[in-house]
């Protein structure tokens, strides 16, 4: 584990990360379950307080880990081993979520033992990574043991956590306390020791294939959702619509975020990696939340929903319009520049996000309100495609101009 060089050409993720990820699939699909069962149901406040509990837990699960293969990945027998316990660790996680959803929504304690204990199990076998690395790799092994130390005492909060039953705000306030330790161990490794050889183009394909998945969990949870419909009452045109709603939004918030030059700009502009890195657990977890919507579109098309179309229409609409808005931060914070064109591009989204409330309220079929909808994401694909590309260029070559010290 001497560490991987940061300026290696054709670095693509592993089929080892391949295989990671799709444990993360099975996190995803529960926690999108869940939202959108407490949704349908009208318990909007445990919907939400339970699945920014479960969708920051599977995103900082994710992270380190990945940053750590993309520094260290030797892909022999030891890191592939390890790699299978933390494996073990996502499914003990997500195995708790049920649990802990229906705790939030009984109100009286927090449920997150097994939650936590899948937690201590990946996080333990990182520790044993970053030893390892600390042991193999001299130069840097002041910042592997920055890290080490920064999990380690983190850990002693969350093996509390399995043996105590907190509050839900003691427990939140655990959690940030905990997450600030967790966050200020990269952020003193990479800054003040060093820090470790990660590849920004390798980084930016694995935050890809991640955003990915997450998108294709919306379309599986969807067609499956549909799937009992069709069976129970055979095709009509609600379900079609909302089939190709889902679709065509999965398409068009795809192409969005794939305008984002991230490995261009993380290679040159290394610094800027925290803010893009933790930024997007938010985006993943409003593209599992959009997932989690079209789930309720499914319920209310069944009937099985007890919430009324406008409220349906708001679990796609909010997410939808939280993650272009992201994505849009996170392009402007990349570059560090501002796009007159940007603004009007918004302006379009907005109205027609508004549009499809709108039809909402006027009483329009949800089906329709959300084939509405589907056409947000393509403003921002038409802008790109017509004029945006040439100014994303423009912005990029200055950008790059700008370039940090590679070392």
């Not at 409220?311 to 272009?324: C, F, M, W």
């Amino acid at each position: 584990m001497s560490g991987r060089d940061t300026h290696e050409h054709h670095r693509t993720a592993t089929t080892l990360e391949l295989l990671f990820d799709l444990t993360f699939v099975i996190a995803f699909s529960l926690a999108a379950s869940q939202l959108a069962h407490l949704m349908a149901e009208g318990h909007f406040k445990a919907g939400l307080i339970g699945f920014f509990f479960a969708s920051f837990a599977i995103c900082w699960a994710w992270i380190n880990f990945t940053w750590f293969a993309s520094a260290y990945d030797t892909d022999d027998w030891v890191f592939r081993c390890v790699t299978m316990v933390q494996m073990v660790g996502v499914l003990i996680l997500a195995i708790g979520l049920p649990a802990m959803f229906r705790s939030v929504d009984e109100g009286a304690h927090l449920d997150n033992g097994v939650m936590v204990l899948g937690y201590v199990v990946m996080r333990v076998a990182m520790i044993f990574q970053w030893l390892r690395a600390a042991g193999q790799d001299p130069a840097r092994r002041q910042a592997c043991m920055t890290y080490v130390v920064a999990i380690t005492v983190a850990q002693l909060g969350w093996v509390v956590q399995i043996f105590v039953d907190f509050s839900i705000v003691v427990t939140f306030a655990m959690v940030v306390a905990l997450t600030v330790i967790e966050m200020l161990g990269p952020y003193i490794a990479e800054t003040r020791h060093g820090g470790t050889p990660w590849h920004a183009h390798h980084i930016a394909e694995r935050y890809g294939l991640l955003a990915i998945i997450a998108l294709g969990e919306g379309v599986v949870g969807t067609v499956a959702s549909i799937t009992a419909v069709v069976d129970g009452e055979g095709w009509n045109l609600d379900v079609a619509l909302v089939c190709l709603a889902g679709t065509g939004l999965t398409f068009g918030m795809w192409w969005i975020y794939f305008l984002l030059p991230s490995a261009e700009v993380l290679h040159v502009h290394r610094r800027r990696s925290f803010v893009w890195g933790y930024g997007h657990m938010f985006i993943f977890a409003a593209i599992v939340a959009t997932g989690a919507g079209l789930h309720v579109a499914a319920y209310y098309i069944e009937h099985k929903a007890h919430i009324g179309s406008l409220a349906t229409v708001l679990t796609v609409a909010v997410p939808v319009a939280a993650y272009i808005a992201l994505v849009y931060g996170m392009y402007a914070y990349l570059l560090r520049q501002s796009e007159p064109l940007h603004a009007w591009l918004l302006a379009g989204t907005m109205l027609l996000l508004a549009a499809s409330i709108a039809a909402a309220m006027a009483g329009v079929d949800m089906a329709i309100c959300l084939i509405i909808l589907m056409f947000a994401p393509f403003v921002t694909v038409v802008g790109f495609e017509a004029v945006g590309h040439r100014h994303r260029m423009a912005a990029l070559e200055r950008c790059l101009d700008e370039a940090e010290p590679v070392h």
